[in-house]
């Protein structure tokens, strides 16, 4: 884990609650995110992380009698106005999934499928775009000479890179990852996290885990949630060193979750 060195804020949340009917899963959240670091929400099942999570992108809009207020601020604009487009917004504030899901179409055209969308059709620049980002992604020299193949034929961990590859391929600022490697073997799981160390040098990382040692291992700060409410959000040393709420310690020592 690298040490916060610097302090440009590029994601705050104001005031955010959040409703399922009438059922309340977000609580007065407050939270801000810091560019080129990595964040870890952690919590028991249930909590709110990956709500919280997909509020963050606006995937929360698709889901039916989910109602939210609050704001949440992305380089000083509020993305929950209603004047905001959900589109743009994804493509800047890129989401990477639980369980890897490639389209079936070829590793070319997965990575090329944003851009594509976004207008760029050239194939020199799509070229360029799909190289630069599989590196990016710690994949090129696995499959640079497959990228006509299938996606469909790589490995649950290869996927997962490639996953993240069509995210940065559209040029995203901030990356969300939920839960990125619990479908992954310990092997890939490792690949993954040397991935996320290096990707936050160019992004600010926000990852959902379960697994304590993981978010110990990759975040620079930790969030501590709760019944939808955040009990602690601190730099990962102090979070799990010394814990200011006794609910945080109770949970990182494994007394219930």
């Not at 194939?123 to 299938?150: F, P, Q």
């Not at 590859?165 to 995203?172: G, K």
């Not at 620079?220 to 959000?233: C, H, K, N, P």
Request: glycine residues 6%; proline residues 4%.
């Amino acid at each position: 884990m690298v040490t916060m060195t610097e302090n440009v804020e590029i994601l705050q949340i104001k005031n955010l609650n959040l409703w399922y009917g009438e059922t309340q899963a977000l609580k007065n959240i407050n939270m801000t995110f810091i560019d080129r670091q990595v964040t870890a929400l952690i919590g028991p099942s249930g909590c709110g992380k990956s709500t919280l999570l997909r509020c963050l992108n606006r995937m929360n809009d698709i889901v039916n009698e989910c109602r939210v207020d609050g704001t949440i601020d992305f380089n000083g604009k509020d993305i929950l106005h209603n004047n905001t487009d959900p589109v743009e917004i994804r493509r800047k504030i890129g989401m990477v999934f639980q369980k890897p899901n490639p389209f079936p179409k070829t590793i070319f055209e997965n990575v090329a499928y944003g851009p594509r969308v976004h207008g760029i059709n050239e194939r020199k620049e799509l070229e360029r775009i799909v190289e630069e980002s599989l590196k990016h992604a710690a994949l090129w020299d696995e499959v640079k000479d497959r990228l006509s193949e299938s996606a469909m034929g790589l490995s649950g961990g290869q996927q997962q890179r490639l996953c993240i590859a069509r995210t940065l391929a559209v040029e995203p600022e901030v990356i969300l990852m939920d839960e990125p490697c619990s479908a992954l073997d310990p092997i890939a799981t490792s690949k993954i996290e040397n991935l996320i160390d290096v990707l936050k040098q160019d992004y600010c990382v926000i990852i959902v885990t379960h697994n304590m040692q993981q978010a110990s291992r990759v975040s620079d700060s930790t969030a501590f949630m709760y019944l939808g409410d955040l009990i602690e959000f601190a730099p990962t040393r102090q979070i799990f060193e010394n814990p200011k709420q006794e609910l945080t310690e109770n949970y990182i020592t494994g007394r219930f979750g």
